[in-house]
Every structure is written in structure tokens, then in C-alpha cells.
């Protein structure tokens, strides 16, 4: 079976509304990849039991693997041997997309309030983030490496009682290439952010009541589907919601 590369792509994008699903077609030329890695970080300790890092890095990919996509039509399928019910499919395979760069810088800051008084030594604020630059040649598979992501909050913990509320941010999550949505055409998970609340009561030296809530305010999961032509109110593709998962238990040490 001849393997299609990110240049073999489909002559018309217009009939979208025959895209019926995606067909996943493992590539036996692939080669593995390799990369460097580069780091550098620094850490600070405050007299207040805070603490302060940041740092940088450097990934150098040869090799690196790509996502390759084109509509399904008949000579493809019969080629794949497969029927005319797969008509229309999108379908995708892996490809050696050559060199690419990963480049990124991170930020962890935490810092209890003592410092205010007797009251702010219960008090922890915190927070988190990573920046991504994804460099690579056309089609090159960043899929799940999210450009900007990040967390914070704060913990309360007056004597046996501790509660944590977190606030977690994802940015857009590029995921796999769609050709039916033309030059450009991706998946996408929307960026969104949510907040998770965890608690724990001291009821003996040994034993302690837990619980958690995440995803309180029951944030959605947006798909979205679009190419450099789709207008922007046509992207959405589908939503889901989970509810508010919450778990309630017993914890010991023995």
C-alpha cells in the first residue's frame, strides 16, 4: 500500500457534510525518533517556607513523527482493500515529518501568608504555568503538547481541617487532522478551565475523612472542527458534560 505524506491531500474540500468518521492506518516505513533535550532551572527558598522556580528547555527532534490526512475515495479504498462502505472517511496515518523544536519556560510559585500574622499561617497561595513554542514542518504531530497551560489556588488548613481549591487551565489542544475541513483542517479540544476542591478532616493520628469535587461549576468539553476556511460560528462540533465528579472516603497510615 502506497504511504501518503502530509502533501497528499484531498482535491475538494467541499463535501463536508459526507465526512462519516476517521480511519487510523498504521504506516510500517515509520522510523523512530530521537531527540536532545536541553534544561536549565533555579529554585528559591523563602524564610517564610516559599518557594520560587522557573526554568527553560530545549527539545531537538529528528525524525519526528506527523499526522497525514485525506478523504477516502474509491481507488484509495480499493488500494487499502477495503469496501465502499469506508466512502468519505477520513483517513489518517503517521508519517516522519523530519526535524522539529519544542521551546518552553515554566513557573512554580508558592508562598504561605505567615508573614501577615498568626491568622495567614493557615493560608498557602500557589500557582503554576508552561509555555510551549511548537516549531516543526507541516504536519508535524504536537498533538496533546498544549502551548499555554497552568494552575492555582490557595490551602487553607486551620489545625485537624485542610481544604484546597484549585484552578486548572488548558489551552487549545490541537489533536488530529481532518481533510474533509480543508487546508489547515484539525480537531481541536476548546481551551477551558475548572475548578477542583479536595478537603481532609484529622479525625485520629491515624486516620482521616477525605473528599474532592472536581470540575464544581461542570465546565463543558467543546470539540471543535475547522480549517483555515471554516467561519468562526461554524466550528463547534460537539459538547459533552460529565457532571461534578465527587468521591468521599476513609484514609489511614498503619
Known amino acids: 500500500m502506497e504511504v501518503f505524506d502530509n502533501k497528499n491531500l484531498p482535491v475538494d474540500y467541499s463535501d463536508i457534510a459526507n465526512y462519516r468518521g ?29 518557594l520560587l522556580s522557573a526554568g ?32 468519505n472517511w477520513n483517513i489518517v496515518t503517521k508519517f516522519n515529518s523530519g526535524n522539529a523544536r519544542i521551546t518552553g519556560g515554566e513557573i512554580n510559585v508558592k508562598q504561605s501568608l505567615r508573614l501577615l500574622g498568626k491568622w495567614g499561617r493557615s493560608f498557602t ?25 497552568g494552575n492555582w489556588g490557595a490551602t487553607v488548613a486551620p489545625k485537624r481541617f485542610t481544604l484546597t481549591a484549585r484552578w486548572n487551565y488548558r489551552g487549545l489542544d490541537k489533536r488530529a ?23 481532609s478532616f484529622q ?18 468539553r467543546r470539540f471543535l472542527r475547522y480549517g483555515d476556511l471554516t467561519p468562526t460560528s461554524a466550528r463547534q462540533y460537539a459538547e459533552q458534560e460529565y457532571g461534578i465528579q465527587m468521591a468521599l472516603g476513609l484514609r489511614g497510615s498503619f
Open 22 to 50: 476517521t480511519l487510523p492506518i498504521r504506516n510500517p516505513a515509520l522510523k523512530p525518533w530521537t531527540a536532545d533535550n536541553f534544561d536549565l532551572s533555579a529554585e528559591y527558598y523563602t524564610a517564610n517556607g516559599g
Open 56 to 87: 527553560v528547555f530545549r527539545k531537538d527532534l529528528q525524525n519526528f513523527l506527523g499526522d497525514a490526512s485525506r478523504i477516502a475515495p474509491p481507488a484509495l479504498l480499493a488500494e487499502m482493500g477495503l469496501d465502499q462502505r469506508s466512502l
Open 125 to 149: 497561595l500557589f500557582a503554576n504555568g508552561t509555555k510551549l513554542q511548537l516549531d516543526g514542518k507541516p504536519g508535524a504531530a504536537f498533538t496533546s503538547f498544549i502551548p499555554k497551560s
Open 177 to 199: 487532522p481532518l481533510a474533509a475541513y480543508g487546508p489547515g483542517g484539525d480537531e481541536y479540544l476548546e481551551a477551558r478551565t475548572v475548578l477542583d476542591l479536595s478537603t
Open 203 to 220: 479525625l485520629t493520628n491515624r486516620l482521616s475523612l477525605v473528599g474532592s469535587a472536581n470540575n464544581i461549576f461542570n465546565q463543558p
